[in-house]
């Protein structure tokens, strides 16, 4: 881990709107992950590239794309999520009482 890194992507945890991510949903750089991990801890894997780990969450469905349902009821909604950019993805939380 680096201390350094870390502390960046902390100072770069953000709220979304979904007018923002929209576009971005459509060209499957958004990523949705649960609330079982951090943002950070996920981002800081990203950039770390520690592939195995990242794959264990892909597999665990701990972090994956968001579904088509999930994409329609949110032209709906419009939420308001926590995010963090790690290029070329942009990580979402999306809270279970949330859509």
């Given at each position: 881990m680096t201390p350094t890194l870390r502390a960046h992507l902390e100072d770069l945890l953000d709220t979304a709107q979904w007018e923002w991510l929209?576009?971005?949903?459509?060209?499957g750089r958004v990523l949705v992950v649960t609330e079982s991990l951090s943002l950070v801890d996920v981002g800081l894997a990203l950039a770390e590239d520690r592939t195995a780990e990242v794959q264990q969450w892909i597999d665990d469905a701990w972090l994956y794309q968001p579904t088509a349902d999930q994409i329609a009821q949110w032209r709906v909604t419009k939420p308001q999520v926590p995010c963090l950019i790690v290029q070329p993805f942009i990580l979402i939380h999306i809270h279970s009482s949330a859509p």
């Open positions: 929209e576009a971005h949903v459509l060209r």
